[in-house]
């Protein structure tokens, strides 16, 4: 069975400061990952996804992550952080090998990113 | 370019009372998915709809119906709520069956007394 983990609840970081957002997944063939940001009262909206390729996949708002296979990792990154960026962001993994897979999300990480 | 709708935003509801809600998209998406979120367990799958005329269950469908009325529209009944579907539902559609991007309505809040 596929899964993924997010293991910070919270992430605070100061604006102008890298910020990391932590993903690891669970699959038995290729996965396919995606992140996702929800901002306040809204739905989520896509930031990036990897499918196959290039390990670091750029997205949308100058965020990029970085697939690691033997890591089992997808860890989202920003190089500086911007108090806009204060939301909750998902990770979310399909596992392309087993047919009928859905897309499974993580609990979610809270960034809160102070002036 | 509205993207996903759902409505209502807001619903309070007694237990046992039903109701609808309800999606559409105009994105000419084949596929279609109804999510509940709560907090600390991300998002989870209710029920999906891989294209016009097909449905199934997702990871969390008791209490639960939906019905697929054409290819924008997307509707889920809770029959007989109960204090445990207090949550925040959200609609999303893709091109095909959990590829490529999803994208998301904004959300009905609902509260089950």
């Known amino acids: 069975a596929q899964s993924v983990a997010q293991p910070e609840d919270q992430v605070n970081v100061a604006e102008g400061n890298p910020l990391t957002v932590k993903c690891t997944y669970s699959?038995?063939?290729?996965?396919?990952l995606f992140w996702y940001v929800q901002y306040p009262n809204r739905g989520l909206q896509f930031l990036l996804k990897?499918?196959?390729?290039?390990?670091l996949v750029k997205g949308s708002y100058g965020f990029e992550a970085e697939f690691n296979k033997s890591q089992t990792s997808f860890h989202l990154k920003k190089p500086s952080a911007l108090v806009s960026d204060s939301a909750l962001y998902f990770c979310?993994?399909?596992?392309?090998?087993?047919?009928?897979?859905?897309?499974?999300f993580g609990g979610g990480t809270r960034v809160l990113v102070k002036p | 370019n509205a993207g996903v709708t759902q409505t209502p935003k807001f619903q309070v509801l007694k237990t046992g009372q039903s109701m609808t809600l309800q999606c559409a998209q105009d994105?000419?998406?084949?596929?279609m998915y109804w999510y509940r979120q709560d907090p600390g367990m991300g998002l989870r799958l209710i029920y999906y709809?891989?294209?016009?005329?097909?449905?199934d269950k997702g990871e969390v469908p008791n209490g639960y119906n939906v019905s697929r009325l054409n290819k924008r529209e997307f509707s889920l009944r809770l029959e007989s709520a109960a204090p445990s579907q207090t949550s925040v539902y959200f609609c999303?559609?893709?091109?095909?069956?959990?590829?490529?991007?999803?994208?998301f309505g904004e959300g009905s809040r609902l509260t089950v007394l």
């Open positions: 699959v038995s063939g290729n996965p396919y």
């Open positions: 979310a993994v399909r596992d392309l090998k087993a047919a009928g897979n859905k897309l499974t």
């Open positions: 994105m000419n998406h084949n596929s």
């Open positions: 999303a559609s893709s091109i095909g069956l959990f590829t490529g991007e999803l994208f």
């Open positions: 990897y499918i196959t390729g290039d390990n």
């Open positions: 709809s891989a294209s016009e005329g097909t449905t």
